[in-house]
């Protein structure tokens, strides 16, 4: 199982990145994703989970409606759209592998993260 971010990188407030994962060694289609991140003294906590077809989605609630979960099943990449951003979205940001999906988040496998600074 192999999970590699990209599109981490520095953006000033108001500003717009597109995070991809791009996923091998398993089959993508059939299992639900999640970002994660992790600001500088934090733990780390979920930002958004996307079922396997796309068809359900969740948020960490005070993200909703400036960041987009999304995946294409036939590249085997998910992404994660985020605007409007601001500096406390600072942070290394993790795609993982869904492995549980109830009242919590569980993931299995985890990429290597790519860092995201907001900052003027």
């Known amino acids: 199982v192999q999970l590699v971010e990209s599109g981490g990188g520095l953006v000033q407030p108001g500003g717009s990145l597109r995070l991809s994962c791009a996923a091998s060694?398993?089959?993508?289609?059939?299992?639900?994703m999640s970002w994660h991140r992790q600001a500088p003294g934090k733990e780390r906590s979920l930002v958004a989970a996307?079922?396997?077809?796309?068809?359900?989605?969740q948020y960490e609630e005070s993200l909703k409606g400036r960041f987009t979960i999304s995946r294409d099943n036939d590249k085997n990449i998910l992404y994660l759209q985020m605007n409007s951003l601001k500096p406390e979205d600072t942070a290394v940001y993790y795609c993982?592998?869904?492995?549980?999906?109830?009242?919590?988040?569980?993931?299995?496998?985890w990429g290597q993260g790519t860092q995201v600074t907001v900052s003027s």
């Open positions: 993982a592998r869904v492995s549980t999906w109830g009242s919590k988040i569980g993931v299995d496998q």
């Open positions: 060694g398993f089959p993508f289609s059939s299992y639900p």
């Open positions: 996307i079922s396997s077809a796309s068809s359900r989605t």
